[in-house]
């Protein structure tokens, strides 16, 4: 059971609201991703993180934002939610192992709802 | 451009029988595949792995089968029990250095 934690579970907010949404890891995993994922349907990478003040964006663009001050957290930011960001974020660490891929271990996810 | 699919998108099962769930990709550079289960309300749960040098792995009730000939790849689930509900997963990438690419996802519901 991998050790990685978001907060808050789910979240009804009101368009305009700034929102972040945080992830934690207990497992001194180097590499750090977020996806978006609505109902029933595959998962996007937004953004991802190798190692502290590293982020990159990912293959589905989105209007949020990371930091990666420390190691274990990874912070997604919304700076004015809009319904059309209503969807699924789901967090993921991973640990680089020099040239050998790694698994990715996911959070249970943050269900937001923007009104 | 390179994608990861599932064959079918449902697929239902009797309790005791065995499953198997199919997934295509084709990107040939593809070193790492990996299954997921993602149960309702909850983020995805590693199954099972393997690399591009295997062609068969096994682990607790589950067995992965890479055809790297034809870019396909299966998890067979023996004696599927109520509890393997969820959507299934696969995912792959080239390398240590790339990104996951997730298939669409499979939704496996078992019948008592």
């Known amino acids: 059971e991998a050790d990685i934690y978001q907060t808050p579970r789910y979240l009804v907010i009101g368009t305009g609201k700034k929102i972040t949404l945080e992830c934690s890891q207990t497992?001194?995993?180097?590499?750090m991703y977020w996806y978006q994922q609505d109902p029933g349907m595959e998962l996007h990478l937004i953004h991802y993180s190798y190692g502290v003040n590293s982020t990159e964006k990912g293959d589905l663009s989105s209007e949020s934002t990371v930091s990666r001050i420390r190691t274990e957290h990874f912070p997604l930011t919304l700076e004015s939610a809009r319904p059309s960001h209503t969807s699924q974020y789901l967090c993921?660490?991973?640990?680089?192992?020099?040239?050998?891929?790694?698994?990715?271990?996911f959070g249970p996810g943050t269900r937001l709802l923007v009104l | 451009g390179e994608s990861v699919g599932l064959h079918l998108p449902t697929l239902s099962v009797q309790e005791g029988d065995n499953s198997i769930i199919n997934c295509a990709y084709s990107n040939s550079a593809s070193d790492y595949f990996i299954w997921y289960k993602q149960e309702s309300g909850k983020g995805p749960q590693f199954i099972i792995d393997i690399r591009s040098n295997m062609d068969k792995r096994q682990g607790q009730r589950v067995t992965v089968l890479l055809n790297k000939t034809v870019k396909h790849l299966s998890l067979q689930i023996a004696a599927t029990q109520p509890g393997d509900s969820a959507v299934y997963f696969c995912?792959?990438?080239?390398?240590?250095?790339?990104?996951?690419?997730f298939g669409k996802g499979t939704l496996l519901t078992v019948n008592p």
């Open positions: 995912a792959e990438t080239p390398g240590s250095n790339y990104k996951l690419t």
């Open positions: 497992m001194g995993h180097d590499k």
């Open positions: 993921a660490s991973s640990e680089a192992q020099g040239g050998v891929q790694e698994t990715q271990y």
